[in-house]
T-cell receptor, first 116, second 115 residues
């Protein structure tokens, strides 16, 4: 069964510093996608970054990068130069491949607090 | 390009009533998925529609149903509301093809309160 684990319920980081949010996953499917989303207090889920299981390089999107360690089944999100606006819930998610549609499974989330 | 639009944003109902939520996907997206988010259960998958057909379903009772129209807009219906149905309901759209094309973009959600 699919499983996503985010072990950090809450994290604090000083403004302008980097922070790593942990995510481990469990799947037996060789083809899958990993996603990170940000959810501010307004409720909307904002897509941040995507990593495919066959991608050789770690994904990067601006200040976001995904530290993908396939053998360890981990997909940690690194946010560089934290900003006050980064304070939010962050969700790791996984979707398995296939010809049909597969549901995306989300982790429990990590709440990030950025301190001034 | 407009994002995913969910209406209404807030809704208050009483037990036993039914409710219909609407979702308009990003133009060109053919897949629409629905999720329920509660503090206790987190984000749970309800169902996914692609080209007017339900192609996957989560573990929710039959009171939860949905449909998708030819223009990819989707509606979700909950009948005989229970207190536990109070939640944020999120809709997400994607192109619906391979993994990369299944990057889901979410709407702002509908916050349902059942009294």
């Amino acid at each position: 069964a699919q499983k996503i684990t985010q072990t950090q319920p809450g994290m604090f980081v000083q403004e302008k510093e980097a922070v790593t949010l942990d995510c481990t996953y469990d799947t037996s499917d060789p083809s899958y996608g990993l996603f990170w989303y940000k959810q501010p207090s307004s409720g909307e889920m904002i897509f941040l970054i995507y990593q495919g299981s066959y991608d050789q390089q770690n994904a990067t999107e601006g200040r976001y990068s995904l530290n993908f360690q396939k053998a360890r089944k981990s997909a940690n999100l690194v946010i560089s130069a934290s900003q006050l606006g980064d304070s939010a819930m962050y969700f790791c998610a996984m979707r398995e491949g296939g010809t049909g549609g597969f549901k995306t499974i989300f982790g429990a989330g990590t709440r990030l607090f950025v301190k001034a | 390009k407009a994002g995913v639009t969910q209406t209404p944003r807030y809704l208050i109902k009483t037990r036993g009533q039914q409710v219909t939520l609407s979702c308009s996907p990003i133009s060109g997206h053919r897949s629409v998925s629905w999720y329920q988010q509660t503090p206790g259960q987190g984000l749970q998958f309800l169902f996914e529609y692609f080209s007017e057909t339900q192609r996957n379903k989560g573990n929710f009772p039959g009171r939860f149903s949905g449909r998708q129209f030819s223009n990819s807009r989707s509606e979700m219906n909950v009948s005989t509301l229970e207190l536990g149905d109070s939640a944020l309901y999120l809709c997400a759209s994607s192109l619906g093809g391979g993994l990369t094309e299944n990057i889901q973009y979410f709407g702002a959600g509908t916050r349902l309160s059942v009294l």
